[in-house]
C-alpha cells in the first residue's frame, strides 16, 4: 500500500538562542513565561492541483526583546501528495493534520540540541504533543 503523503526532506531556515544569566537591571518585572507559541503555514507551488507543499513550522519560547532567554526555530517539510483521485480539500488536510504531524518530531529534536549548547540546566525539551488533535480542533474552529 502507498502511502498518499510523501515526506520528501526538511530543511532547518532558522534558530535563535538567547541566554543570559545576567539581564541589564530595569524597572519591569521580567516574566518567566516560557510557554513556546506555535506557528505553521503551507504554501503550494501548484495551487490548483495541491500536489506538492511546503509545510513552515516555528516555535518561539521566551522573548527575544525583553527577557533573559528565548528560543526561536523554524523548519520547512517539503511533502508531496501523487493520488489525483484525493480531492483538494482532502490534500490540504493531510498537509495541515499528517505533515505537521509528522514535522513537530524534528523541531522538538532541535529546540533541545540547540537548548542543550549554553547550559544543561537551561536545556528545554518540548513535551510530545498530540498534534493531530490540536490541528483537528482548529480546523474545527
Not at 55 to 77: N, P, Q, R, S, T
Not at 119 to 134: F, G, K, T, V
Amino acid at each position: 500500500m502507498k502511502a498518499s503523503l510523501n515526506f520528501e526532506n526538511y530543511f532547518v531556515l532558522e534558530t535563535f538562542y538567547f541566554n543570559n544569566p545576567f539581564p541589564p537591571e530595569t524597572d519591569e518585572e521580567e516574566s518567566d513565561d516560557l510557554t513556546p507559541q506555535f506557528k505553521w503555514n503551507i504554501q503550494h507551488r501548484d495551487k490548483e492541483n495541491l500536489t506538492d507543499a511546503g509545510v513552515f513550522l516555528e516555535v518561539l519560547i521566551g522573548d527575544k526583546d525583553e527577557g533573559h532567554f528565548c528560543v526561536e526555530a523554524h523548519v520547512l517539510g517539503l511533502f508531496t501528495i501523487e493520488d489525483n483521485e484525493i480531492e483538494n480539500d482532502e490534500k490540504e488536510r493531510l498537509y495541515k493534520i499528517n505533515a505537521i504531524a509528522i514535522l513537530f518530531p524534528y523541531l522538538r529534536s532541535l529546540v533541545s540540541d540547540l537548548t542543550s549548547k549554553g547550559n544543561s540546566a537551561d536545556q528545554i525539551i518540548l513535551p510530545p504533543l498530540n498534534i493531530h488533535s490540536m490541528m483537528e480542533q482548529e480546523l474545527e474552529n
